[in-house]
Antibody, heavy 121, light 111 residues
Framework: EVQLVESGGGLVQPGGSLRLSCAAS????????MNWVRQAPGKGLEWVAN????????SYVDSVKGRFTISRDNAKNSLYLQMNSLRAEDTAVYYC??????????????WGQGTLVTVSS | QSALTQPASVSGSPGQSITISCTGT?????????VSWYQQHPGKAPKLLIY???YRPSGVSNRFSGSKSGSTASLTISGLQAEDEADYYC???????????FGGGTKLTVL
């Protein structure tokens, strides 16, 4: 059974940092593109970042470029999102998501339960 | 403002059929068959219903179907059931961004 379990969310002050983790199991993690998708409270979905199977390609939505870094450790079946210089508008539930298509094709077949990040003073 | 336009809400009675539209441009929906649809119940993660315009993943009811005409993709739900009440999102590949784009979401109410 495919499982994606996020952790690391919480309350952080504006300008602060947070690192999200996603533990994957039930599939060959190193064979899939992985993604972070977020959802602000009461709002729609936003694709934040993705990373290629081996980690050689990464892309970001403009609003987080230079502040967020997506990475993965295939030996540990884990996906990460390092978030720096956090802003109030980054407040959202962050989902770890598997793609079974490459790059920017949004075929998201498995989602984690999400972890809430709240940026507030 | 979302890159893909969806109606904010739709409604229907049990047993009826409804259609949710997702309008883009020639940079996304219009020129590429990489449109997917997701269902999200309150407090839950989204679930993939349709990928690449009209394909259903294993386990998804055949009451859900997808299509596309020009720059507008559509999700049709037939034989509406109370459990279909949820938010629905479309997503598409786009040439204007290194990542795809989502629609703003549509709230389906089953009357």
């Amino acid at each position: 059974e495919v499982q994606l379990v996020e952790s690391g969310g919480g309350l952080v002050q504006p300008g602060g940092s947070l690192r999200l983790s996603c533990a994957a199991s039930g599939f060959t993690f190193s064979s899939y593109w992985m993604n972070w998708v977020r959802q602000a409270p009461g709002k729609g979905l936003e694709w934040v970042a993705n990373i290629k199977e081996g980690g050689s390609e990464r892309s970001y939505v403009d609003s987080v470029k230079g502040r967020f870094t997506i990475s993965r450790d295939n030996a540990k079946n884990s996906l990460y999102l390092q978030m720096n210089s956090l802003r109030a508008e980054d407040t959202a539930v962050y989902y770890c998501v598997r793609s079974y298509a490459p790059a920017a094709i949004p075929n998201f077949d498995y989602w984690g339960q999400g972890t809430l990040v709240t940026v507030s003073s | 403002q979302s890159a893909l336009t969806q109606p904010a809400s739709v409604s229907g009675s049990p047993g009826q059929s409804i259609t949710i539209s997702c309008t883009g441009t020639g940079s996304d929906v219009g020129d590429y068959d990489y449109v997917s649809w997701y269902q999200q119940h309150p407090g839950k993660a989204p679930k993939l219903l349709i990928y690449e315009v009209s394909y259903r993943p294993s386990g998804v009811s055949n009451r859900f179907s997808g299509s596309k005409s020009g720059s507008t993709a559509s999700l049709t739900i037939s034989g509406l059931q109370a459990e279909d009440e949820a938010d629905y999102y479309c997503a598409s590949y786009t040439t204007t961004s290194p990542l795809g784009v989502f629609g703003g979401g549509t709230k389906l109410t089953v009357l």
